[in-house]
């Protein structure tokens, strides 16, 4: 089993739609990164959680640190929102290293 | 301010060469972490260098390895290169991990 899982693998929406990904982890952590990535492959960090809610714009990320469970919430999806989310903690028990789940692939159509 | 600077961003290589790739992290940040990301494994960590050493390292085989130099800019090299090198190669720098990590666009390795 994989230590960091996200889920769905795959996620088309229409614009303005609200969307969540999941992300649940199985180690300890002293915080948790939200990536984006779009094609071409350069790796944005959308936020980094070691607690509760943040909010930037549309983009809203929640963390459960007992239930071991992040998620990140696109409201009024639009079309540039498309990419790859990628959720990835920061493995206290393996030296701080990043840890990354699979990644969602979103598609917002027009 | 300028942020992680990733060498070449593109490079075709054959089998059995070896190759070096380059990460300038941003000013003032000690820390750089390597990345290997392929379709069917994902992100994949690498390793990690603070102060010019070796602090973490993933699961790879001894062909990867990598330093990192004084001004903190890295480096990562792959000796006998095999096709299932081929992946796009991304770094991080942080100062330190707990404050975050930047990533850096990514050196994309084709292996023919």
């Known amino acids: 089993k994989n230590e960091v899982e996200q889920s769905p693998q795959n996620l088309t929406a229409q614009e303005g739609e609200f969307i969540t990904i999941n992300c649940s982890y199985s180690?300890?952590?002293?915080?948790l990164h939200w990536l984006q990535q779009h094609p071409g492959g350069g790796i944005v960090s959308l936020f980094m959680?070691?607690?509760g809610k943040k909010k930037h714009g549309r983009l809203i990320a929640t963390i459960n640190i007992q239930e071991k469970h992040s998620s990140l919430h696109i409201t009024a999806s639009h079309p540039r929102d498309s990419a790859v989310y990628i959720c990835?903690?920061?493995?206290?028990?393996?030296?701080?290293?990043?840890?990354f789940g699979g990644g969602t692939r979103v598609l917002v159509k027009p | 301010k300028a942020g992680v600077t990733q060498t070449p961003r593109y490079l075709i290589k054959t089998r059995g060469q070896q190759v070096t790739l380059s990460c300038s992290p941003i000013?003032?940040?000690?820390?750089v972490s390597w990345y290997q990301q392929t379709p069917g494994q994902g992100l994949q960590f690498l390793f990690e260098?603070?102060?010019?050493?070796?602090?973490n390292k993933g699961n790879f085989p001894g062909r990867f390895s990598g330093r990192q130099f004084s001004n903190s800019r890295s480096e990562m090299n792959v000796s006998t290169l095999e096709l299932g090198d081929s992946a796009l190669y991304l770094c991080?720098?942080?100062?330190?991990?707990?404050?975050?990590?930047?990533f850096g666009s990514g050196t994309r390795l084709t292996v023919v």
């Open positions: 990835a903690v920061i493995n206290s028990a393996a030296g701080n290293k990043l840890t």
């Open positions: 180690v300890g952590i002293s915080a």
């Open positions: 000013s003032g940040h000690r820390s």
């Open positions: 991080a720098s942080s100062f330190p991990a707990s404050y975050g990590y930047t």
């Open positions: 959680l070691s607690s």
């Open positions: 260098y603070f102060s010019e050493t070796q602090r």
